[in-house]
């Protein structure tokens, strides 16, 4: 096992080093008061300081459940499993499908890669297109496999975001053969123009759909969830109850008390796609202005640009730039190519992004890399 380079590098930054690496949400934008306000109040009953149920805090399952109907996904609370982050989500089903045989995106999130190898999983990858998986390996190859893992919204770490005839198509491909999908989808809210549908809503019998409150609301709180058909959720159980009993019942009732007053976490969406969007353009104006030779396809969503400096070895680059005080991440951790490279453009704010990109583009010209 290799530690993630993200977490890795996290430790080696210090505080004027501008991190374009890990997948972090803007700081100045969590609901901070709100959440000290639900804090307050999930502390009003003592209940909160109790061990709770595996499959977690009923109003919270019940919440997120009206969340799925909302957008037209038939939901009760028993098709939801609470998970500590939906790392741990997808580590729960990895270990019930221990050593299945998993089709994945290439590239494809970093943690994911991890847990496959944890659990002896062995994957094969399906090349992205501009409109999600390439359709014709993805049916080649998902003929061999068990699983599919896919993130079809702003994924990590390319951007890219599927299609409706891609997803339709997908869930075809996975109906007609009758593997299960794993849908990672912490992204699916941080769209620039419009939502859509999830593949796992085609598919509600065959698969696991992954949610997360991380990336829309604090990645400290841990909370994430698994949204799957009662059958498929049930063996989940006895491998969330022997990993960490229950996660932790204080953060599920801040999140549930927070999200009492539903109209806020709306506008709280709706604050991020607007300045996550502003954001994406400044980066982008500022590649063209100082590093014209970034090749990449504009986000419309998440938090990620993914593209390559023509030929040139991105992970050389990273380790120059890291002693300039800039970093981000090489594709190549991500099973891209030697030259590609994802920057994070929600992290920094507009004077960091501009210095950090123009720190890149003098490494760049001093090193002739
Ligand atoms: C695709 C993907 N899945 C899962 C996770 C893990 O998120 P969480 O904080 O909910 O565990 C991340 C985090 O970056 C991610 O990008």
Known sequence: MRRSFIREILEHTNSETISFAGGLPDVSLFPHKALQIATYNALENAESLQYGTSTGYTSLKEQIAEYYCQRGFPTAPENILITSGSQQGLDIICRYHYGASVTIEKPSYLGALNVFKLNSM????????????ELKSFEKSIAKSKLAYLIPDFQNPSGRYYTDKTRENVAKILEDSQKILIEDAPYSELYFDAPHKSISQMLSKQSYHLGSFSKVLSPALRVGWIRADVELLKPLIAYKEAMDLH???ITQRIVSEYLKDGESFEKHLQTLRVAYKEKMNYFCKQLELHLPNFEYTQPKGGMFIYGKFNGVDSRALVQECLKNGVVFVPGI??????????????????????????????VMDLTNL
């Not at 062995?122 to 998986?133: A, R």
């Not at 190519?337 to 004077?351: K, P, Q, V």
Request: no cysteine.
């Open 247 to 249: 996660t932790s019942g």
């Open 122 to 133: 062995e994957t094969t990858t399906v090349p992205l297109t501009e409109d999600g998986i």
């Open 333 to 362: 951790e991500f099973g891209g190519a030697d030259d590609e490279i994802r920057f994070n453009f929600t992290h920094s704010n507009f004077d960091e992004i501009t210095e950090g990109l123009k720190r890149i583009k003098s």
